[in-house]
């Protein structure tokens, strides 16, 4: 397991072994796991947001493209 990145709104967690990202909107109480090509994307989604240098304000529309598959409640989070 490796966060990815963790603020006041957002905790995003990386499972390599399993292929997996974890995405909790902490604002919401929702989050999901993507897997395979959706994983993909999302890594290289995340990549972009970071470079454009924006801060929180790019991870949260980097997350928002992918807010429909935030459909889990976030209970132990």
Known sequence: MNVMYN???LYIV?????DAI???D????RGMVI???AALRFRLELGRAVQSG??????DDCVD???GLLTQRAIYH
């Open 54 to 59: 924006e801060g929180s304000e790019a991870m």
């Open 7 to 9: 603020d006041e709104g």
């Open 26 to 29: 902490k604002r919401l109480g």
């Open 14 to 18: 990386e499972y390599p072994g399993h």
């Open 65 to 67: 493209h992918f807010g």
């Open 22 to 24: 974890e995405v909790i």
């Open 35 to 37: 897997r395979s090509e």
